[in-house]
């Protein structure tokens, strides 16, 4: 096996980078997932290496809390690693499953719900 065949074989989580976009934006800025914040919502934005580029997926998702934190540590024999925030996501909507009415943008589950 060469170099190459090594390349070619990665896992699909090597293959996928996703971004985060704030919602209902024409030219969103994007963020990495280590920039956002408990409470806020964002939309899903995914790059491939097969050739989608900053596709938005329509989902949006709320941060509800972290994992850990970014300066904790886990100590292993003779070497120290730094684990990052995770991000425990809750998918709220999907965009475009949303009603406006009078300006105010209402999702279909909440419309739902009211019912």
Known sequence: MDSNDEINNQTSSEDEHFDIAIPFTVQPKTLLISEIEPGNRYELVCTTYSGLTR?????????????????NAVLIPFKQIEIPRIPL????YRVGSLLNVTGENTTEQYMIDTL
Request: net charge positive.
């Open 89 to 92: 996501i809750l998918i709220t």
């Open 55 to 71: 596709y938005r997926l329509k989902d949006v998702v709320t941060c509800t809390r972290f994992l850990s934190q970014a300066n």
